[in-house]
């Protein structure tokens, strides 16, 4: 499928489609013409991507997880490597703290109005 496809289907960009192919994330043949051609499964590897960067990973860590997901028929990837696997457990400790640090402010928030309406 052409880029302008993928980026309808997915919801992305052309832009960002050719930012995730600079950084190693995706790849597209090329017709005779020289246009991107991306096969079906792009699709699906768009949408891991975004969900990944939505959760605060950066471009060369997702480049090294991406291997390491599961295949779209659901079997595992064997490439992790014990360091990765660290590093993305610290990733998750991360976010976790960062959704703490929200809650707490969702919780101010919430007195503050409260106390705001007389309640």
Do not use: N, W
């Not at 995730?20 to 020289?34: K, M």
């Not at 990837?77 to 660290?86: D, I, N, R, W």
């Not at 640090?101 to 919780?107: A, P, V």
Request: glycine share 8%; hydrophobic share 35%.
């Amino acid at each position: 499928m052409r880029i302008g496809e993928l980026a309808r289907r997915t919801g992305v960009s052309e832009r960002s489609l050719r930012y995730y192919e600079t950084q190693g994330l995706l790849r597209a043949d090329r017709t005779p013409g020289g246009h991107r051609d991306y096969p079906e499964a792009a699709v699906d590897r768009v949408i891991r991507i975004q969900e990944l960067f939505a959760a605060g990973l950066h471009s060369s860590r997702i480049a090294q997880l991406l291997p390491c997901m599961r295949d779209t028929d659901g079997g595992p990837s064997a490439v992790a490597t014990p360091k990765l696997v660290h590093d993305l457990t610290e990733e998750r400790d991360r976010i976790d703290r960062m959704i703490a640090d929200l809650l707490r402010s969702r919780e101010t928030l919430d007195e503050v109005i409260e106390a705001a309406q007389g309640g």
